[in-house]
């Protein structure tokens, strides 16, 4: 089973302030078999990013992803009011699918 | 509106068993992978089962192999989830999500709100 580990758990950031968050596996991810999700208080997870990099239909261009194999990282270049929520990554790439153990963003 | 809407979640005994539902509306199930995600409140995402597009591939978490089975019935555009011999630790909200593709193997793009299951005696 790969485990995804993501840092920090907490990142307390202002408005317009740049975000950078991490997840690392535990051994490589197959084909970069790796996304990301938003998910706020009592609503279902959003998709961001998949493949590493690719942005999900409708998502803002101030979201990207990048790594590969066993480091993965999401940035959020500036950000919004609407942006401070929880972040997940997940593995797709081989069984059983695993996800990260979230980071929360929170205003300052 | 494209959505999937899960019920079946309520209280039940440790040993017990539960029919967890997901419809799917405003698009057609047929044809898409789906998954069961489940969180405890204030905790991170669990992936418990995926199902492929015509049901004749299925995945589970180790933590419930055995006890889970999941299932589809794309003329009535639903998921199932039959869950026996629950255990206090299979108490979360259950998310049903639609994979990208034919296959249950993937990222999820369209999730339900979910429901709650609780195990508890």
């Known amino acids: 089973e790969i485990v995804l580990t993501q840092s920090p758990g907490t990142l307390s950031l202002s408005p317009g302030e740049r975000a950078t968050l991490s997840c690392r596996a535990s051994?490589?991810?197959?084909?970069?078999?790796l996304a990301w999700y938003q998910q706020k208080p009592g609503q279902a997870p959003r998709l961001l990013i998949y493949?590493?990099?690719s942005r999900a239909t409708g998502i803002p261009d101030r979201f990207s992803g990048s790594g590969s194999g066993t480091d993965f990282t999401l940035t959020i270049s500036r950000l919004e009011p609407e942006d401070f929520a929880v972040y997940s990554c997940?593995?797709?790439?081989?069984?059983?699918?695993?996800f990260g153990g979230g980071t929360k963003v929170e205003i300052k | 509106e494209v959505q999937l809407v899960e019920s079946g979640g309520s209280v039940a005994r440790p040993g017990g068993s539960l029919r967890l539902s997901c419809a799917a509306s405003?698009?057609?199930?047929?044809?898409?992978?789906m998954t069961w995600v489940r969180q405890v409140p204030g905790k991170g995402l669990e992936w418990v089962s995926g199902?492929?597009?015509?049901?004749?591939?299925?995945g589970y978490a180790d933590s419930v192999k055995g006890r889970f089975t999941i299932s589809r019935d794309n003329a009535k555009n639903s998921l199932y989830l039959q869950m026996n011999s629950l255990r206090a630790e299979d108490t979360a909200l259950y998310h049903c999500?639609?994979?990208?593709?034919?296959?249950?193997?993937?990222?999820?793009?369209?999730w339900g709100q979910g429901t709650l299951v609780t195990v508890s005696s």
């Open positions: 405003g698009f057609t199930l047929d044809g898409y992978g």
């Open positions: 997940q593995q797709y790439g081989s069984s059983p699918l695993t």
């Open positions: 999500a639609r994979g990208y593709s034919s296959g249950w193997y993937g990222r999820f793009d369209l």
């Open positions: 493949g590493a990099s």
């Open positions: 051994q490589s991810v197959s084909s970069n078999s």
């Open positions: 199902i492929n597009w015509n049901g004749g591939s299925t």
